[in-house]
């Protein structure tokens, strides 16, 4: 079971590699399927945007689906520093 922030209430990896990790596998994700079982490409719908950052609260790294313009806020406000 994954520690999770207090801050971010997100799963907390210990170190960088294992956040890209975690990010690799939720990329990889499972393949879609309509209801006739063809298989439904990804680039159809929007791309899984999952980028993981450094937390300074808990001094561990978390995934995050935000777009890049969300996730440059959020650095901007909270001086997060992005990896
Ligand atoms: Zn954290």
Redesign the pocket.
């Known amino acids: 079971m994954k520690e999770k ?4 209430g ?1 799963t ?1 990896y210990e170190s960088h590699t294992e956040a890209r990790v975690a990010m690799e596998v939720l990329r990889m994700d499972k393949p879609h399927y309509d209801i006739s079982g063809k298989r439904v490409k990804h680039r159809q719908g929007q791309p899984k945007q999952i980028r993981y950052f450094y ?8 995934l995050t689906k935000w777009r890049q313009k969300e996730y440059r806020d959020y650095n901007d406000r909270e001086g997060i520093k992005g990896v």
């Open positions: 922030c207090r801050v971010t997100k907390r937390c300074r609260f808990c001094g561990g790294y978390h």
